[in-house]
């Protein structure tokens, strides 16, 4: 339920947080600066580790150069890996193909990424698209649904929108999610440079399966502690 967001720029420190933290209380994400200069190895290694990980590299591409990405991600035995929803239905067909031999097995989920939390309205129309983020994200994510993959990473506000609008198995990721400790102490992280923040809590209850909280546990100075802290935020939060 808890990803851990590895932002690091180099493989020792992230290796170093892994070691501080349980793999039964969190998965990994490996983003673009630290896959960047650590590569399939640190991947690897976290594996071996047993983390599961997801490869956050936001594949954007013609479909088959996307399919040829996913196909190598697949092969490194990610759990999970994603690609722009906005790359449109032949690249998302392209991406589903591509995974189909992995994903039949309970291998390798695909996912997509909406609208990035930094597109506001205007953004959004300086690239020629007349839609409110919130129209946006949910056409992109129908095109997600339509092509067969299986989720997509959306901002916790978006998360219930979702639920609301498409049925069936469909994993969601999301963001922008941070416990109430860091949010009324200094401690641990408070809301950073996100702007719209949930508390984990509340994204569960809006149907968020999986939350990707990167500082709040990867700045503590117990990480392990930082997350039980937040396991048993949510769950007192929903027993109450
Ligand atoms: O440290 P923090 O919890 O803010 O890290 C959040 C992680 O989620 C980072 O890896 C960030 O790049 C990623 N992310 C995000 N907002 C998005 C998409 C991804 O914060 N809309």
């Known amino acids: 339920m808890i990803i851990t967001a590895l932002d690091f720029n180099n493989p020792k420190d992230a290796l170093a947080l892994a070691d501080k933290i349980d793999p039964q ?26 983390f599961d990980v997801f490869l956050d590299l936001k594949f954007h591409d013609i479909p088959n150069t996307v399919a040829g990405a996913l196909k190598a991600a697949a092969s490194l035995g990610v759990w999970m890996v994603n690609v722009h929803a906005s790359g449109g239905p032949a690249m998302l067909s392209a991406a589903r193909a591509a995974i189909a031999p992995f994903m039949d097995t309970g291998g390798t989920r695909v996912i997509g990424v909406t609208v990035l939390t930094s597109m506001d309205e205007e953004q959004l129309s300086a690239t020629g698209v007349a839609a409110t983020p919130a129209q946006q994200v949910m056409r992109l994510a129908s095109l997600v649904k339509q092509a067969g993959l299986d989720g997509v990473v959306c901002s916790p506000k978006e998360v219930g929108l979702i639920r609301q609008n498409i049925d069936g198995p469909f994993i969601t990721v999301t963001p922008g999610v941070r416990p109430i400790a860091s949010l009324v102490s200094s401690a641990g992280g408070q809301a950073d440079d996100q702007r719209r923040v949930m508390t984990p809590a509340d994204a569960v209850a ?32 929903t027993e109450s």
């Open 25 to 50: 209380a969190s998965r990994v994400k490996v983003g673009k600066e630290l896959f960047t200069i650590a590569g399939p190895a640190l991947v690897e290694q976290l594996q071996r580790k047993g």
């Open 206 to 237: 809006a149907g968020s399966d999986y939350l990707v909280i990167g500082r709040p546990i990867t700045q503590a100075v117990d990480p392990q502690q930082a997350l039980d802290a937040i396991v048993h935020e949510l769950h007192a939060t």
